[in-house]
């Protein structure tokens, strides 16, 4: 083994993304430190990942559409969207950097769309490697609209995927009359998406990568990273433990990315997007595969032993407390959707770290130090996450990435001030 392979390379946050890339790097012959201020999977968003491998979702966010719209989606009118006007005006930079991709979601998604396309496939392939094939179910999924203009809309949502080279089918009336009749809904129409899949236990899939890298010989720490720097040829660790070199690290830490990048001259423009779930302990699904109810904005999951149901897009602080409000409406609309949900019960709130663009963060920093990141996953951290530890281990190893990466380059937005990065590391 070469002496390139026997570098030490911390892997900082134990979310999907950082326990595919400890992964990835450790079945390349690397040594590994995985590090988290929690054990993997616990303490981020893919705790409470609603487990639906996204192969559809090939368009970044922002649209025109959207932007000139989006007081439709708005919480306060039945929506999943919840931007206070506080928390607007605070984050008005990132907003006007939204609205600026909204214009470019063409070309956005002409790079986005590699990384999803292939995703169930991807999945399958990792998990038959690591001996886990069971956690995942490639049945598609479903989306059901009640209502009139059901058919219409999804004969236009048909077209669209079409376009994308999405393929679909539509759902049959035998299919659709269970959720008609669970929900007492007159009309239904939905559509059937075959190259979609789902993991029917999210945090046992982040457990199943980080075991496979400890069975490569990968070391898992519990500390909290503060800060990192460059020492020569090494990188420093600073934590809450002694301090550390490592020859490289890969930082995936989510929202707490933007402060452990800025010193490096990488602006992060990191915003927590906060999603909500419920379970139902024991409940059998209408159907073997998430189900999107586009009218109530409410992705259901069938789960090992249980069902899972999450909504919102809540733009909010990633500590502030859970909107009480948000969890008591979203156990409404489950239980109108013909599902045996108690009107209380516990719920669980966390973050999804997205750039304003909606596309991940790729890349290496500037300078000599061997400093990777893998952040901004946004909804799809889940759905591309052994699709972006095969590309940290590409540049890692300085090998051609398999897909190109120059669009997911944090250098789109500019350098970071040495102020602005004291700034960044304070907040």
Known sequence: ??????????VIGAG???????YALAREGRRILLLDRAEPGIAGASYGNVGHIAAELVQPLPSPGLLFGFWRELFCFDGALDLPARRALRIMPWIMRFAAAAFQRAGNTRHLAPLVLPSSAHWARWLEEIGQPGLLRRHGHYEIDFG??????????ARAMAQLGIKTREVSADELRPLQRAAS??????????????VVDPLGAVQAFAAAAVARDATIRRLDVRSLAVRGDKIEILSDQPAFLVDGAVVCAGTASAALLAPFGLHAPLQPVRGYHIELPGQPPFLDAPVVYTREHVLVTPMAGRLRASSYMEFAAADAPGDPRKAARLRRKVRALGHACELEGPSWVG?????????????RAPGPAKLFYAVGHQHIGLTIAPMTAELIADLVAERPARIPVAAFD???FGAISSSHAKETITH
């Open 185 to 198: 809904q007159q009309w239904a129409a939905g559509l059937w998406f075959e190259d979609s899949a789902h």
């Open 410 to 412: 944090l250098r789109r």
């Open 16 to 22: 999907v993304v950082g326990a595919a890339v400890a």
């Open 148 to 157: 009139a203009k059901g058919p219409a809309l999804m004969r236009e949502q």
């Open 351 to 363: 973050a999804r770290p997205v750039l304003p663009d909606y596309l991940p963060g790729i890349g």
């Open 1 to 10: 083994m070469g002496m390139s392979e026997q570098e030490t390379f911390a």
